[in-house]
């Protein structure tokens, strides 16, 4: 690859708000938050560039009722990327369950989870990390928060680890919620932590509806 082909520049507002604005940069483009979104569209219109955003990511998994339970429970696992806090833009953080296999995949998601173990990365024990930031934190609990107090049942986590020596970090334990209406906040919103959302479905019309509310 050529000198100079792909650059990296490390930073938080600023750093997006200069290279979305500069003359030298033809188009951008942004995989984040709406909100992000909507400040890189007006740094980007001050030059006229095109622009090309994806927004507020909430990727859901759709079990049927022929599906197996296990096989279903570890994808969901697997893609909602606890290992990495559910901070990616392809995270499964939605999940809908078919009535009658939904409670055989609740238990098998909670044993699966609950075997994570957050902690610092010198721990060789470690497989979940911290939160990115402790605003990310306090946005994350702010869900967890909403969640409980608007009804959906904690299956697993939903509280910050506060055991010595991760009691000052932003450590969240993996999160299972069930019992999810599509008011709900994390229904609707992208989350971008360890938080998984699961609805109980038993016709198409359904999940076909609710696939796209968000």
């Given amino acids: 690859m050529p000198k100079g082909t792909f650059n990296v520049l490390p930073g938080d507002l600023e750093a997006g708000a ?21 400040a890189v569209m007006r740094s980007a219109s001050a030059t006229g560039k095109p622009v090309l955003l ?19 429970a570890d994808a969901i696992v697997a893609r909602m990327n606890f290992g990495w806090c559910g901070q990616s833009c392809g995270s499964i ?8 296999i939904h409670d ?12 994570y173990k957050p902690g610092v990365p010198t721990d060789p024990e470690t497989t979940i990390g ?10 994350v609990m702010g869900f967890i928060d909403s969640a409980k107090s608007e009804g959906a049942r904690a299956v697993t986590g939903g509280y910050a680890v506060t055991d010595s020596p991760l009691a000052k970090g932003s450590f969240i334990a993996p ?10 906040r994390i229904a609707r919103e992208e989350i971008f932590g360890p938080v998984l959302a699961v ?12 696939g796209q509310c968000t």
């Fill in 93 to 100: 953080s939605r999940a809908f369950l078919y009535e009658d």
């Fill in 18 to 38: 200069g290279l979305a604005e500069h003359l030298g940069a033809a188009k951008v483009t942004l995989i984040g938050s709406v909100s992000a979104g909507r």
């Fill in 130 to 139: 911290t939160i990115v930031s402790r605003a990310q934190f306090d946005r």
């Fill in 54 to 72: 994806e927004l507020g990511g909430k990727n859901a998994l759709i079990a049927y009722p022929d599906s197996d339970p296990k096989k279903i």
């Fill in 199 to 210: 609805r109980k479905w038993s016709d198409e019309a359904f999940h076909a509806e609710r």
């Fill in 104 to 115: 055989e995949v609740i238990s098998y998601l909670a044993e699966s989870v609950e075997r």
């Fill in 175 to 184: 999160t299972i919620f069930a019992d999810v209406t599509p008011q709900m």
